[in-house]
C-alpha cells in the first residue's frame, strides 16, 4: 500500500476574506507532491487547518456559500485521489507526478469539470434575509411574523428547495400548491410579495443568479378589491359602551375595544399605550406598525376608559387592560355575541379562480381591528373631513381612505331615503 498524505493549504496573501483553496497531495516520502487548484475560494478566518475545514455553520465568499457545501466539495477531492491509489496499488505500481495528476484527473471527469457550486438551501437563504434585514430595516413583530410564514410555508411545499431551482415553472407549482391547500388569495398574494421580496434581496447579494423574480407574473383573483369592511355603526357602538357585563374580563375588553373605537388605534399600540402617553387632551405615542409618532385628541368616550382605569395598580404603567390578541379576540366575540351583533353579513374571497361566499351573524366576524375600522367610518359619517381623520389614523395616502368614503356615502343615501319614506307616509 502506498503512503501518502493529502493536504489543503490557503493562500492568504491577497485577502484573507476570499482566499483561494490548494489540494496538495505527496507520497513517497514526500518526493512527489501532485498540486491542484479546485477555484475554490473561503474566508480563512473560518477554516480549522487541523480539521482541514471550513468551521461549521459559517458562510463564505460574496455569495455567502455555507461551509457544508465547500466541505463536501474538498472530499470529493480526497475521495478521488484516495481512489486513484487503490488503482495504482492494484497494479503494484508506485506513480510519478504525471501519472497521477492523469489517473486523478480520469477520476474527476466522471463528473463535469466545470461542474457549478451546488446552491444553498432556500430556507437558509431566507434565514440569511431575515437575521440581515430585520435589524437594519427595524422589522415590526407582525413583519417578522409574516416573513416567518412565508419561510415555514414553503418548507412544507419542499423542504429541500435549494435557491437555483426557483424558476418561473418552480413558482407556478407553488402556486398551484398554495391554491391546493385552500388558502385565500389574499394571503396567497401576501407570501409572493415576501417571496420576490427575499428574491430581489438574494439577486443583489449574489445568492440567486436566476430572473424568476423579474419574469414571474401571476394576478391573485380578488385580492385587490377591497374587503367587505366589518365595523360597528354608532349605534351598535354606544350600545357596547354602554351595556351592563358581569364577567370582568368581558368587560375590560369590551372597555379597551371601545378605546379603540374611539381613537383609531391598532391593538398593536394600545398594547404599548403607557399613562405618560397620555396628557390633557390628547395621547402621543410612536405607532408599532409604522414609528410614526401620532397625536390624537381625547373625547369624552376616550377620556372616561382612561379615567376608569387611571388608578388600577394592576396595570403597572399601562394606560389600559389589554390581553394577547388571540384571547381579546375570542373575549370580544363573546361581548359582541351579547351585544345582540346579528346582522348577517356576507364576505367573499377567492382561492385561485375559485369564488367562496361566506354569511356570517356579525358578532363572528369581530376582531381588534373593528375598532379602528369603526373609528374611521363613524368618523366620516359624522362629517369630520377625511384630512382631518387621516391625521389621527396615520394614513398618508388617501387611497386607503376609499373604502371607508365609499361606506359612508352608502350610509348617507340611505339616510336621506328617509325623507323619501316620511313623504309617502305623510301623503299617504
Not at 407549482?173 to 430581489?200: A, C, H, P, Q, S
Not at 419574469?215 to 357596547?240: C, N, P, Q, S
Not at 364576505?347 to 369564488?355: C, E, H
Amino acid at each position: 500500500m502506498i503512503p501518502y498524505r493529502l493536504l489543503w493549504t490557503v493562500d492568504r496573501t491577497k485577502d484573507e476574506h476570499n482566499a483561494p483553496l490548494q489540494f496538495r497531495v505527496k507520497w513517497n516520502g514526500s518526493r512527489c507532491i501532485a498540486t491542484f487548484s479546485p477555484k475554490l475560494t473561503i474566508d480563512s478566518t473560518k477554516w480549522s487547518q487541523d480539521a482541514q475545514r471550513c468551521n461549521a455553520n459559517t458562510t463564505h465568499t460574496s455569495r455567502l456559500i455555507p461551509a457544508n457545501i465547500i466541505n463536501r466539495r474538498l472530499a470529493e477531492y480526497e475521495t478521488y485521489a484516495k481512489q486513484a491509489f487503490d488503482d495504482f496499488d492494484r497494479e503494484d505500481i508506485v506513480p510519478t507526478v504525471e501519472q497521477f495528476k492523469h489517473a486523478f484527473n480520469v477520476l474527476r471527469k466522471k463528473i463535469p469539470q466545470d461542474k457549478p457550486e451546488e446552491s444553498m438551501l432556500f430556507s437558509d437563504a431566507m434565514q440569511l434575509f431575515i437575521d440581515k434585514v430585520q435589524t437594519i430595516s427595524n422589522w415590526s413583530p407582525n413583519t417578522h411574523k409574516s416573513i416567518n410564514g412565508t419561510k415555514n410555508t414553503l418548507a412544507e411545499f419542499d423542504s429541500r428547495l435549494r435557491v437555483d431551482e426557483l424558476t418561473n415553472d418552480k413558482l407556478a407549482k407553488f402556486l398551484e400548491f398554495l391554491t391546493d391547500k385552500g388558502y385565500k388569495n389574499t394571503y396567497i398574494r401576501k407570501i409572493f410579495k415576501n417571496l420576490l421580496e427575499v428574491m430581489r434581496w438574494m439577486d443583489g447579494e449574489g445568492i440567486y443568479h436566476g430572473d424568476a423574480h423579474k419574469t414571474f407574473k401571476a394576478r391573485f383573483k380578488g385580492a385587490y378589491d377591497y374587503r367587505t369592511v366589518i365595523y360597528l355603526t354608532w349605534d351598535e357602538l354606544i350600545h357596547m359602551y354602554n351595556m351592563k357585563i358581569e364577567d370582568a374580563n368581558l368587560e375590560r375588553t369590551r372597555d379597551t375595544f371601545c378605546f379603540c373605537c374611539f381613537t383609531s388605534l391598532r391593538y398593536s399600540d394600545v398594547v404599548n399605550l403607557q399613562r405618560c402617553d397620555v396628557k390633557d387632551n390628547y395621547i402621543e405615542i410612536v405607532t408599532a406598525k409604522t414609528d410614526e409618532v401620532l397625536r390624537i385628541d381625547l373625547n369624552d368616550y376616550s377620556r372616561a376608559l382612561l379615567n376608569k382605569y387611571a388608578y388600577d395598580e394592576r396595570l403597572g404603567d399601562h394606560a389600559l387592560p389589554v390581553y394577547a390578541n388571540a384571547v381579546m379576540n375570542r373575549y370580544l366575540k363573546e361581548v359582541a355575541k351579547k351585544a345582540g351583533l346579528r346582522t348577517k353579513i356576507k364576505t367573499t374571497y377567492y382561492s385561485g379562480n375559485k369564488r367562496v361566499e361566506e354569511v356570517h351573524e356579525k358578532w363572528k366576524l369581530i376582531t381588534t381591528h373593528c375598532g379602528r375600522r369603526t373609528f374611521i367610518v363613524n368618523a366620516l359619517f359624522l362629517g369630520i373631513p377625511a384630512e382631518v381623520v387621516m391625521k389621527w389614523t396615520g394614513h398618508e395616502d388617501y387611497k386607503a381612505m376609499k373604502p371607508y368614503v365609499a361606506i359612508v356615502d352608502k350610509l348617507k343615501s340611505q339616510e336621506m331615503n328617509k325623507f323619501n319614506t316620511y313623504s309617502s307616509r305623510t301623503t299617504n
